[in-house]
């Protein structure tokens, strides 16, 4: 009989900063034509997030960090030391949020394999090793980091630990993604670059993968790529962050690259879109949600769960994904799951699932 994975549950946490409004007001400010201003406030109307959270801290008299006092609110925005030393000690302590939500859910004990996705920030020791530290886990744990892999780390996160399980039955593997992307924020005249930080916020989220039935069976994994198309998403190391490259052009190829049977069924695993009863897919922003919603033909609610994720939360890279899969677990039961994910390369990774039982 062959062993089937699956999420037992899933614990979520994001910062207690809303920095959402704070942002729009700060980049609106840097676009030096009248043109520029007015689609940057039609595409921010239009973007469908009503918050963003960040580990930043507030300026000294309370408000954002993009105000007086705050962390941007110099000429010279912080060098990347310095949101790296940031990062160092706010992504453990978020994940260790996250995964105090889970604990509340599950019973951690037994923890065999631990497996980290994150892509805003470096540090060594590991941050898995950190969270492994703190967390009191046994030296013994094996560790997997996946870095800088974007938005569908969560994927290779979740993958990895199926294999884990079905290669040795009795693991109990903890996933963690947690991400940090307004520690990235760039000063830019630049209208796309600050449309595209428009959509990020931080967040972190848990899972535990067992072979016990409960929660999501883990189907078999997919994953495919776009033709020419790796210059669209882009993380670019400077020396004051990372600066994100997301073309405006992404979702109209994710459109065109669905239109295609062959990269479509790459994309769904071989399913059918219209016998798929749950999506999971990543909220990478509104049109991209648009552009999967009306290439594969889906009922208007078909993506509710996503879209209510980036309204809530916004993009938190590898961590949305995490967050879909945490609502669609408390809600009605699913026979046939797709989790979908677009990021760097461009690549579409995914796999499929159900309810347990």
């Not at 089937?4 to 980049?27: E, K, R, Y």
């Not at 595409?43 to 007086?68: E, F, K, T, Y």
């Not at 744990?141 to 996160?157: N, P, Q, S």
């Not at 749950?278 to 909220?283: E, M, Q």
């Amino acid at each position: 009989m062959s062993i089937i994975p699956h999420i037992v549950a899933i614990g979520t946490a994001v910062p207690s900063h809303d920095i959402h409004a704070a942002f729009i007001a700060w980049a609106r400010a840097r676009l030096p034509e009248a043109r520029s201003a007015r689609v940057f406030d039609r595409m921010a109307s239009r973007a469908a997030i009503n918050h963003r959270w960040s580990v930043l801290p507030v300026s000294d008299d309370g408000g954002s960090p993009v105000d007086p006092g705050g962390f941007y609110a110099r000429d010279i925005l912080p060098g990347t030391a310095e949101r790296m030393k940031l990062y160092a000690a706010a992504a453990p302590a978020l994940a260790i949020e996250a995964i105090t939500a889970l604990g509340e859910k599950v019973s951690l004990e037994g923890i065999t394999h631990l497996v980290v996705a994150s892509c805003t920030g470096f540090v060594a020791p590991g941050i898995d090793q950190i969270i492994a530290a703190r967390l009191g886990l046994a030296p013994t744990v094996e560790r997997l980091l996946v870095g800088f892999m974007g938005c569908y780390a969560a994927v290779a996160a979740l993958r990895s630990a199926r294999h884990i399980v079905r290669s040795a039955p009795a693991a109990r593997v903890l996933v963690v993604c947690v991400e940090l992307s307004t520690l990235h924020l760039q000063d830019t005249p630049a209208l796309e670059p600050l449309l595209a930080m428009l959509q990020f916020g931080d967040g972190a989220a848990a899972a535990l993968v067992t072979a016990d039935p409960a929660g999501l069976a883990l189907g078999e994994p997919f994953a495919t790529t776009l033709p020419d198309s790796a210059e669209l998403i882009r993380w670019d190391i400077t020396d004051q962050g990372f600066a994100m490259h997301l073309s405006g052009e992404v979702p109209a190829r994710i459109a065109a690259g669905l239109a295609d049977p062959v990269f479509a069924a790459a994309a769904t695993g071989g399913r059918d879109p219209q016998e798929i009863d749950g999506w999971a897919v990543h909220a990478g922003g509104r049109s991209i949600l648009d552009a999967v919603e009306t290439a594969l033909s889906l009922p208007h609610d078909a993506l509710a769960t996503s879209r209510g994720v980036l309204a809530d939360v916004g993009n938190m890279s590898s961590a949305t994904l995490m967050f879909v899969l945490a609502r669609l677990l408390d809600g009605p039961p699913i026979r046939n799951g797709v989790a979908l994910a677009f990021g760097p390369g461009l690549a579409a990774e995914g796999f499929g699932f159900r309810s347990a039982g």
